[in-house]
């Protein structure tokens, strides 16, 4: 019989937030691994119980095939790990503390697969402006603290419907433990306001967004990360409006 190993592997850089648990999870199935992953304050740990060769295999796969956002600074194993737990499968457990150095990313913009879901029609997040999988969307911004996990972050606040529920828990899904994956029944909402604050009442807003810059109107979108103030660069009337506000006669606007 082959001997079995008890391995537990620290991996520490921009690996939390990326959709690095997941991967560990998917390796694990195909190479039948027992044991468990978690975040911890110092990046992701994963304790296997596993043979020579999985653990091979497993390393393998961490250095070739990790997540695109993900960048590992170092992987350590903690060789004879003592583990009183015996595992039947492979988990992705709660995140625990530790010594915090875990590598925030920044925000992503959007993936191909995600503007994908909000160009067709037929997919439930057809025009949702706050869609974001593991591989795109909000980090830096929306974090509070680390572990990054969704109540460590400002999206605690929306509490996920069904569906949102069933991909963040599917492990097959492209949003699975997606921190802050969200659509239009459960997620954030745009809302259009006039310069006092009211309501503009209006079936599309992305629409009447874009009418009011064609109007030459000056609109200040506040995104994740602060205010972006847009108009038209056509209509020479509303850049000398932005100019007088913003107190920038000459200087080109960055
Ligand atoms: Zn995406
Ligand atoms: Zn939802």
Do not use: W
Not at 96 to 105: N, T
Request: glycine fraction near 6%; proline fraction near 4%.
């Amino acid at each position: 019989m082959k001997e079995v190993l008890s391995k537990k592997i620290i991996i520490t850089g921009a690996v939390q937030g990326v959709g690095f648990r997941p991967f560990v999870y998917k390796i694990a199935q195909q190479f039948n691994l027992l044991g468990e992953v978690y975040n911890n304050s110092a990046g992701v740990v994963i304790v296997t119980q596993c043979t020579q060769t999985q653990l091979d295999n497993l390393l393998l796969s961490l250095n070739n095939d990790a997540p695109k956002l993900s960048r590992i600074i170092d992987i350590s194993i903690v060789e004879n790990y003592q583990d009183d737990k015996v595992y039947k499968d492979f988990s992705i457990s709660k995140s625990r503390k530790g010594k915090a150095s875990a590598v925030v990313l920044p925000d992503a913009c959007i993936c191909n697969d995600c503007i994908d879901d909000i160009t067709d029609k037929n997919n439930r997040r057809y025009g949702y402006a706050f869609t974001n999988c593991t591989n795109c969307g909000p980090r830096f911004s929306i974090i509070k603290q680390i572990p990054y996990d969704r109540k460590s972050t400002s999206m605690s606040v929306f509490p996920m419907c069904k569906q949102c529920e069933k991909e963040y828990q599917n492990p097959i899904d492209r949003r699975f433990h997606a921190q802050p994956n969200a659509c239009a029944d459960c997620g954030p909402q745009l809302q259009l306001t006039d310069a006092l604050g009211k309501d503009v009442v209006t079936k599309n807003i992305v629409e009447k967004t874009a009418s009011l810059l064609k109007q030459g109107k000056i609109v200040a979108i506040k995104g994740i990360g602060g205010f972006h103030l847009a108009c038209l660069a056509s209509i020479e009337s509303a850049v000398v409006a932005l100019r007088e506000r913003k107190h920038r006669k000459h200087k080109p606007f960055g």
